[in-house]
């Protein structure tokens, strides 16, 4: 079992689309191809948030991620669909995902990072890591 100190939110960087398009839904199984297709063994994110809110569970909570380089040991990995414009559906799943790790791993608001701060090259997840933290700070688990 991993020793979880740290969530680390990801976004897919696939299209946001706008309400009057057709929209598909990425999840967890195009993600996982995504990654089996750069060779690696599985998806390496633990939980995908779909377009529709629905938290999908990817690699085992039992492995390590493979999500941040050199800072997969201790955190868990979450990957929103989209990649600039989130939905309120995402946010709620969010939260529910916010109230497994703190109840579960004991891993509060101070303890949630965005993938860019681990890693200059991305801007991933979209939106900023003071709203992130603000917004976590407003749930009650």
Same mark, same amino acid.
């Given at each position: 079992?991993? #020793? ?8 897919s960087? /696939?299209?946001?689309?706008?309400? #009057? ?8 199984? #195009? ?18 948030? /779909? ?18 380089? =050199?800072?997969?040991? #201790? ?6 669909? =989209? ?23 004991k891993?509060d ?13 991305? /801007? ?18």
């Open positions: 079992m991993v #020793d979880f100190k740290r969530v680390i939110v990801h976004c960087d /696939t299209p946001d689309y706008q309400a #009057d398009q057709v929209r598909y839904d990425y999840g967890v199984e #195009d993600i996982r191809q995504w990654h089996l297709d750069r060779g690696w063994s599985d998806i390496g994110y633990h939980f995908v948030i /779909t377009r529709m809110g629905d938290v999908q569970e990817g690699r085992s909570i039992a492995r390590r991620g493979a999500h941040a380089k =050199g800072h997969n040991h #201790d955190s868990i990995g979450i990957c929103i669909i =989209g990649k600039e414009e989130f939905l309120e559906s995402q946010f709620k799943a969010l939260a529910d995902l916010y109230s497994y790790c703190l109840i579960n791993y891993i608001a101070d303890s949630w990072w965005c993938h860019y701060q681990f890693n200059s090259g991305k /801007t991933c997840p979209g939106f900023k890591y003071d709203y992130l933290r603000g917004y976590l700070k407003g749930i009650r688990a």
